[in-house]
């Protein structure tokens, strides 16, 4: 079958179609006819070799967030049929851990994530298969599992809730505006950050309430000056911006992280934190409850996640280029 691999660690330009094995169903698998594929900036991770991927992974077919029809199922499979339209939960967890047992599954001690939707079919585990409504399309559904996931479960973690103020830095892009419409959803404000005049018109229509343009992580104590209290900040670009949000934090404010797209290191005054009870956490992907709740929602029209464009199998490498132009607004994906 076509598949969009990696076949070399860089850019773009190591991304080409190949002619991939046929995948083949495990007993608890089903085989799905990829219609979408969401670019997340993980891939982008994986594809500048720096988180994980290494040579002699290559050529590897990347795609965490995968919707389609399941065309064959595993002679174990229940839970779904053949014709039935879904949407992956990429999560990978063992089940058996104290945290699996415990909860939240996200917490799972050998966590992974599914790899291969940049491709025409993929093998995945069935349990981990959300059926999709009829009228939500495949294209909406890629866009939903990593962004809205990770988005929601902050949310949840900064226990956010209507009335409050949330600050979300770097608005525009996959997390960036699953936040914004989350954040609406539950009747919080939001006060979003962008270096684009023209991506932060665009977060209007999501119903995000500030947009203000910040280009760097020290402009942000004074572009939201007039906007205090911050009960929360989402966090996904860490780097500088971890130390600034948190200086802008409320007492007992919350920021929750998730990513580091402005790097790994940040300078934190922690007199700040304990005399002000100002909480950090960290946090990574969602359970799949929260991917049925985003479905939900979606469904229920409470927002329709945005995608920015669509490509071909072939045009895989230049949705990576546009992901790394910053010249879009929400999500990217692949229609193999
Ligand atoms: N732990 C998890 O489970 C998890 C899950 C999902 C994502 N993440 C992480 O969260 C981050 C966001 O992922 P995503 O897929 O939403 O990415 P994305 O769509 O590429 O995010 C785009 C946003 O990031 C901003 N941005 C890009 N490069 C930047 C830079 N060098 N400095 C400051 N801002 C920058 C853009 O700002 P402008 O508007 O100014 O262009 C834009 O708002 C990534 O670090 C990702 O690895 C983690
Ligand atoms: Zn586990």
Redesign the pocket.
């Known amino acids: 079958m076509r598949a969009a691999a990696f076949t070399g660690l860089g850019g773009p330009s190591n991304v080409e179609v190949i002619d991939a094995p046929e995948p083949t169903v495990a007993a608890d698998q089903a085989l799905v006819r990829v219609r979408g594929a969401a670019?997340?900036?993980?891939d982008?991770?994986y594809l500048q070799g720096d988180?994980r991927l290494r040579e002699e992974h290559l050529p590897f077919v990347s795609g965490v967030d995968v919707a389609g029809e399941v065309i064959d199922i595993g002679t174990d499979v229940d839970s779904v049929s053949v014709g039935d339209r879904v949407v992956l939960s990429p999560m990978q967890t063992c089940g058996k851990c104290k945290f699996c047992r415990d909860g939240p599954e996200?917490l799972c001690e050998h966590y992974g994530l599914f790899h291969g939707g940049f491709a025409e079919r993929a093998a995945v585990d069935a349990s981990r298969l959300v059926p999709l409504p009829a009228d939500v399309d495949f294209v909406s559904a890629a866009a939903l599992p990593?962004?809205y996931?990770?988005?929601w479960?902050m949310l949840r973690r900064a226990g956010v809730a209507a009335g409050d103020t949330v600050l979300v830095?770097?608005?525009?892009?996959?997390?960036?505006?699953?936040a914004v419409q989350l954040i609406d959803t539950l009747g919080a404000r939001s006060i979003c950050?962008?270096?684009?005049e023209s991506?932060?018109e665009r977060l209007e229509e999501f119903g995000a309430d500030y947009r203000l343009r910040?280009?760097a992580p020290d402009a942000l104590e004074d572009a939201v000056a007039g906007l205090r209290p911050i009960d929360a900040v989402l966090n996904?670009?860490?780097?500088a911006?971890t130390a600034a949000g948190v200086s802008v934090l409320r007492r007992g404010g919350r920021m929750v992280i998730?990513?580091?797209?402005?790097?790994r290191h940040s300078t934190i005054d922690t007199q700040d934190l304990f005399l002000e009870h100002k909480r950090i956490v960290?946090?990574?992907?969602?359970t799949q409850a929260d991917l049925e709740r985003v479905v939900e929602f979606v469904e229920n029209n409470r927002f329709e996640p945005p995608v920015h464009a669509t490509y071909e199998l072939e045009e895989t490498g230049r949705a990576f280029a546009d992901?790394v132009s910053?010249?879009?607004?929400?999500?990217?994906v692949v229609t193999p």
């Open positions: 670019l997340n900036r993980h982008l991770l988180f996200n990593v962004a996931m990770t988005a479960q830095p770097g608005a525009t892009g996959g997390v960036g505006v699953a950050t962008s270096t684009s991506k932060l910040v280009e996904h670009l860490g780097g911006f998730c990513g580091r797209t402005a790097g960290g946090s990574t992907m969602g992901m910053r010249d879009f607004v929400g999500k990217l």
